[in-house]
């Protein structure tokens, strides 16, 4: 259930903008999603549609795309993606659901430190959306 949470967050934020621009339709909306999220494409794509169509709000054309996982090392400041830091199955199944487990993890490639930030690839949100 966690998709219709994101798509609440989503649907919530397109309507107060289109409530601004008194609108009740949108032609074009891309939104992002985070790899970490692991949320299934099809099923926010599903919940997506059907919290647009019970605020009576049409959607011409809703396009998902999803945003890489990027980590950044604070002390040598080397950008790595998640697939190239060697971390074992299941905790990169715990990632998923808890990003900050990161840090007990992973370590730098380069400098071996495990002060890591996670850059990219965590939420999910509207990139555009044209009325
Ligand atoms: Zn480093």
């Known amino acids: 259930m966690h998709e219709w949470a994101l798509a609440d967050a989503i649907v919530e934020a397109a309507c107060s903008l289109l409530n601004e621009r008194r609108a009740k339709r949108i032609a074009l909306l891309n939104v992002v999603i985070g790899s970490l999220q692991s949320a299934d494409r099809e099923v926010l794509k599903f919940a997506l549609t059907e ?21 950044r090392c604070r002390l040598c400041l080397k950008i790595w993606k998640l697939e190239d830091l060697d971390i074992p199955d299941d905790v ?14 992973v370590r730098c490639l380069n400098c071996g430190s495990q002060d890591l930030e996670i850059i990219s690839g965590r939420g999910v949100y509207i990139a555009s959306m044209e009325l």
Do not use: T
């Open 51 to 71: 919290l647009f169509k019970s605020r009576g709000i049409k959607v011409e054309e809703l396009r998902l795309n999803e945003e890489e996982a990027l980590l």
């Open 92 to 105: 990169k199944e715990a990632v998923h659901f808890i990003p900050e487990v990161i840090h007990a993890y």
